[in-house]
T-cell receptor
Framework: GIQVEQSPPDLILQEGANSTLRCNFS?????LQWFHQNPWGQLINLFY???GTKQNGRLSATTVATERYSLLYISSSQTTDSGVYFC?????????????FGTGTRLTIIP | DTGVSQDPRHKITKRGQNVTFRCDPI?????LYWYRQTLGQGPEFLTY????????KSRLLSDRFSAERPKGSFSTLEIQRTEQGDSAMYLC?????????????FGPGTRLTVT
């Protein structure tokens, strides 16, 4: 199956800092989503971005499908940004509907 | 749009008991998914429905697990003869179909503890 690798696994930053999270995947995809998992386990949708660039406030994401990676940028970090960030992809083959998740990046923002 | 809901949010059971979880998807979504997440890992796919038809099942879904979506709306996931290894967060997601509607939205999950 498709492999999804996220880096770094852990990131500790001071409030106000910027960060870049990376997601590499091993095959062609037709769906890529970024999620933030809060301390209660809820997965919050950040971006649906199979290709291109999107921005939403302090967050932005870029997917370069031909090179099989995606980046999530967080600017001016706040303590509420803490949590685990997951990248999930859907392999581009007929009949496949499942998302394959990476192992996540745990982000800790220190006040 | 009230989002995906799951019930119960927490379940503690003794080994060998049967448990059943319910998922209500976003109302206009015809696709429904079940995933399982263990501590420190990302969610793993279990099964997928389009309307009432179960179209894909993971090898993780042993014969003790069964999922249904009888009228193409809510879904249930049953685990028979639970084992301690079944302890996990069980997540449900839904999506539409057609251009631009494939984004999956997740419910809050049911956390299962098998003692």
């Amino acid at each position: 199956g498709i492999q999804v690798e996220q880096s770094p696994p852990d990131l500790i930053l001071q409030e106000g800092a910027n960060s870049t999270l990376r997601c590499n995947f091993s095959d062609s995809v037709n769906n890529l989503q970024w999620f933030h998992q809060n301390p209660w386990g809820q997965l919050i949708n950040l971006f649906y971005i199979p290709s291109g660039t999107k921005q939403n406030g302090r967050l932005s994401a870029t997917t370069v499908a031909t090179e099989r990676y995606s980046l999530l940028y967080i600017s001016s970090s706040q303590t509420t940004d803490s949590g685990v960030y997951f990248c999930a992809v859907k392999r581009a083959n007929f009949g496949n509907e499942k998302l394959t998740f990476g192992t996540g990046t745990r982000l800790t923002i220190i006040p | 749009d009230t989002g995906v809901s799951q019930d119960p949010r927490h379940k503690i059971t003794k080994r060998g008991q049967n448990v059943t979880f319910r998922c209500d998807p976003i109302s206009e979504h015809n696709r429904l998914y079940w995933y399982r997440q263990t501590l420190g890992q990302g969610p793993e796919f279990l099964t997928y429905f389009q309307n009432e038809a179960q179209l894909e099942k993971s090898r993780l879904l042993s014969d003790r697990f069964s999922a249904e979506r009888p009228k193409g709306s809510f879904s249930t996931l049953e685990i028979q003869r639970t084992e301690q290894g079944d302890s996990a967060m069980y997540l449900c997601a839904s999506s539409g179909s057609g251009t631009g509607l494939y984004e999956q939205y997740f419910g809050p999950g049911t956390r299962l503890t098998v003692t």
